[in-house]
């Protein structure tokens, strides 16, 4: 199933680093009555995740503090360590946007955005994607159809909201 707009995302737990070591975090907790950003990439490190994608989550994170918005959640294919790394390398971290790592790919399976790129070496990852959600609900979704991040830049969303 592809999620799309009005249904309800499922239940999940991801993995970040702390300072004392992996630890999870929940989807349902993340949501419960809030206003959340979540744009997923298919690589931390991959080249128009690293110098697009992030960025433009960075440059409009104030712009969605004005409308509303609580948070803003990066979701990966990629472990808690990489993701810790990726935060750091790419200021996501000292920016407040939160860098989860969807460890095993069964968030972006249940939302039917999970996908194999053989020439590159990427099975089980995230089709890139952003959307907006209230209390648990997407009302916004930009799932990209390009190579780029222009569907699902945080320029786009913003638009939308």
């Keep these: 199933m592809t999620i ?15 300072n004392e070591g992996p630890a999870t975090v929940s989807l349902d907790d993340k949501l419960a009555g809030r206003k959340v950003v979540i744009f997923a990439v298919p690589g931390a490190f991959s080249t128009t995740c690293h110098v697009a994608h992030m960025p433009s989550f960075i440059r409009t994170k104030d712009k969605f503090a ?4 609580d948070e803003i959640l990066c979701v990966a294919v990629n472990d808690p360590f990489v993701m810790k790394m ?6 996501a971290d000292k920016a407040g946007i ?9 968030f972006a399976k249940a939302i039917g955005q999970s996908f ?16 907006y959600v209230e209390d648990g609900v997407v009302k916004v ?6 190579r780029g991040c222009e569907i699902s830049s945080g320029e786009a969303l913003l638009d939308e909201i």
């Design 4 to 18: 799309s707009v009005g249904d309800k995302l499922p239940s999940a737990t991801f993995l970040v680093m702390t």
């Design 66 to 69: 004005e409308k509303g918005v």
């Design 86 to 91: 990726w935060a750091e390398a790419t200021g």
């Design 98 to 106: 939160a860098c989860l790592s969807d460890a095993d790919g069964s």
């Design 116 to 131: 194999d790129a053989d020439a590159v070496g990427f099975y089980g990852r995230s089709k890139r994607y952003a959307m």
């Design 141 to 146: 979704f930009h799932p990209e159809t390009t």
